[in-house]
């Protein structure tokens, strides 16, 4: 990531309460989504409700995250997957009810400033990890996400012409 001097990145706190749900099969919670930023570090509030979505032998599943008491789950995002020419991938997750609990779940979500340039690091770009992304700005990123949602970085690879 490119950032100019003097500018500055930014960082967010977001708290979810989820009610409890006598029947968690039929609300929505957090749809399914990857996080647009770097990374995100999540408090759970040992209640289980997060999930992340698993890919096997050409179906999905979705995983329960153990709720650990006073443990953080950290969960990366769109960026790290651009960052890492494609190495790691961004996570698939979202929040379901509790049927036995309500739950609170508190996340900082890290940013770079609106004109840094995201770009693949050149030290993953080889003859056998060929680029993967283009270069754009965080805010041209966040322009797109919020119309394209989670097909968003299909629209940053790098074509192949």
């Not at 009610?19 to 990374?39: E, F, I, K, Y």
């Not at 997957?81 to 190495?87: A, E, H, P, T």
């Not at 992304?133 to 629209?155: C, D, G, I, M, P």
């Amino acid at each position: 990531m490119e950032m100019m001097k003097g500018e500055e990145s930014f960082g967010v706190v977001q708290m979810n309460h989820y009610p409890v749900c006598w029947q968690p099969h039929r609300t929505m919670g957090m749809a399914p989504h990857t996080d647009s930023s770097l990374l995100t570090l999540l408090y759970q509030g040992g209640v289980e409700g997060l999930q992340f979505q698993l890919h096997r032998q050409r179906h999905e599943e979705w995983i329960v995250a153990p709720a650990l008491p006073n443990g953080l789950v950290v969960i990366l995002g769109d960026l790290i997957q651009v960052l890492s020419n494609g190495r790691y991938k961004s996570a698939v997750h979202r929040a379901v009810p509790n049927s036995r609990r309500s739950r609170i779940s508190l996340a900082y979500i890290w940013g770079p400033s609106l004109n840094a340039v995201i770009k693949p690091s050149p030290d993953l770009v080889d003859s056998h990890h060929p680029l993967s992304y283009k270069a754009f700005t965080w805010s041209e990123y966040l322009r797109a996400k919020a119309v394209h949602f989670n097909t968003t970085l299909q629209f940053f690879k790098q074509s192949l012409v």
